[in-house]
């Protein structure tokens, strides 16, 4: 069955680099682009951007770009984000999603990372 | 500010129908871009429910149905069930932006 399985939570201090990994199992990795989305405490949904395996393709959204960097590793099968700079308002839940096939939606999504920014 | 409007709540009796806006504009709903609703139950990640306008994802009851029309989109939910409590997200893409974009949220309450 299909699976995203991100890493664990992460504490960092304002000004800080944090990387959050996303392993996927039980379709072909490659095939599929995958996306970031946010969301703060007891706030909605925020699209950050995608990667697509295959080419290392990206897109972010235009409020993240210079700050963020989406990368793979498809030997395995693992997506990655980073976001440099971190300020207090970046505290937030960070999930990533497989985009479905044929569709500009989401149909699977990992558990998500909670990243808080303290110093 | 999101760019697809969502009333922030509604609320309904078991057994009920209940309905939930989603408000976008000519660069995303009305540009013809399809719309998707996920629903995000207290503590869980999001949970694709309906693609493209009125698909609904193997699993999804067919108490769940979506629908498109102009600028805006809409979900109904009939026959309320307790579980059925959980905030719900419209989500489209924007071809003034070049985004992807979701709706603020609507927490549904069942009374």
């Known amino acids: 069955q299909v699976q995203l399985v991100q890493s664990g939570a992460e504490v960092k201090k304002p000004g800080a680099s944090v990387k959050v990994s996303c392993k996927a199992s039980?379709?072909?990795?490659?095939?599929?682009?995958v996306h970031w989305v946010r969301q703060a405490p007891g706030q909605g949904l925020e699209w950050m951007g995608w990667?697509?395996?295959?080419?290392?393709?990206?897109k972010y959204a235009q409020k993240f770009q210079g700050r963020v960097t989406m990368t793979r590793d498809t030997s395995i099968s693992t997506a990655y984000m980073e976001v440099s700079g971190l300020r207090s308002d970046d505290t937030a839940v960070y999930y990533c999603?497989?985009?479905?096939?044929?569709?500009?939606?989401?149909?699977?999504w990992g558990q998500g990372t909670l990243v808080t920014v303290s110093s | 500010q999101s760019v697809l409007t969502q009333p922030p709540s509604v609320s309904g009796a078991p057994g009920q129908r209940v309905t939930i806006s989603c408000t976008g504009s000519?660069?995303?709903?009305?540009?013809?871009?399809?719309v998707h609703w996920y629903q995000q139950l207290p503590g869980t990640a999001p949970k694709l429910l309906i693609h493209?306008?009125?698909n609904r994802p193997s699993g999804v009851p067919d108490r769940f149905s979506g629908s498109k029309s102009g600028t805006s989109a809409s979900l109904a939910i009939t026959g309320l069930q307790a579980e059925d409590e959980a905030d719900y997200y419209c989500?489209?893409?924007?071809?003034?932006?070049?985004?992807?974009?979701f709706g603020g949220g609507t927490k549904l309450t069942v009374l």
């Open positions: 039980g379709y072909p990795f490659s095939d599929y682009y």
């Open positions: 000519r660069s995303n709903i009305g540009a013809g871009y399809d």
């Open positions: 999603a497989r985009q479905k096939s044929g569709t500009f939606s989401l149909d699977y």
């Open positions: 493209g306008n009125s």
């Open positions: 990667i697509h395996p295959n080419s290392g393709g990206t």
């Open positions: 989500q489209s893409n924007d071809s003034s932006l070049r985004n992807w974009v």
